[in-house]
């Protein structure tokens, strides 16, 4: 049975080291799909989006459009309230049915640090996890697996097909193209009227413009006033 891969994250906002990411995904895994989850309220990071839940499920959709392997999935965000991955889980691999290999993509350093999330022990009964590397990630160039809980070390695998021979349970790591796009530098860039080009798809680099998105809280209360500017 084919495999979907799960991409969550909050994509305030969406840029290409995104979209590269997922697709290495989805060919080191030959995943039928690759869903992206924008995140509600997640409970470990407090309320740091910076556009609204709205823009950031629009500049999902601009940006995933054009690959029929990309979906979008905003379950989070109408969920409301607190965001737990494990409620994420299993409401996919209800409706999904209990074959269907899943496979949620995370990074080394949320990995490291999975056994503090919410029923963390049980994630494994719903999904495999596939945990991406970037090259100058210097904690697990010093420690490989071992910056990861000991939990979780029998479920390391270092063959793919075990994430399809099975609908959970794995711990598979795979290397990521480095590219040095983040979207804390991009809301920087944006505020003080930088471009965008080449770092987003250009229909989400002309939706921040045309919203003025993350644009300083000043501009924005004149932009909104323009009888008070001065």
């Known amino acids: 049975m084919a495999a979907t891969g799960l991409f969550g994250g909050t994509f305030d906002p969406v840029h ?23 995140a509600g309220l997640p409970y470990h990071r ?22 029929a392997r990309f979906d979008v999935d905003d379950r989070e965000l109408r969920r ?15 409706e999904r049915g209990p074959g269907e290999p899943l496979v949620f993509l995370i990074g080394t350093d949320s990995f490291a640090t999975i056994d503090t999330w ?6 494994f009964d719903l999904a495999h996890f596939a945990v991406a590397v970037r090259g100058d990630d210097q904690n697990w160039l010093a420690k490989g697996p071992g910056i990861f809980p000991r939990e979780a ?16 349970g794995k711990v598979m790591t795979f290397a990521m193209t480095p590219l040095a796009i983040s979207s804390t530098a991009m809301r920087a860039l944006a505020a003080e009227a930088g471009s ?25 209360r004149e932009a909104a006033n323009p009888a008070t500017s001065r």
């Open 153 to 168: 070390w029998p479920r390391l695998t270092l063959n793919p097909r075990d994430l399809q021979a099975a609908p959970a």
């Open 196 to 220: 965008l080009r080449y770092l987003t798809p250009d229909p989400v680099v002309e939706f921040i413009r045309s919203r003025n998105l993350y644009a300083p809280a000043r501009d924005l």
């Open 118 to 123: 919410h029923r963390w022990t049980e994630l």
């Open 16 to 38: 290409f080291g995104h979209l590269r990411l997922a697709t290495e995904l989805a060919e080191a895994f030959h995943l039928e799909k690759v869903i992206f989850i924008p």
């Open 46 to 67: 407090g309320r740091d989006a910076h556009a609204t839940s709205e823009e950031r499920l629009t500049m999902l959709k601009l940006a995933t459009a054009r690959d």
């Open 80 to 94: 409301g309230g607190n965001s737990y991955t494990y409620d994420t889980l299993a409401e996919i691999r209800a």
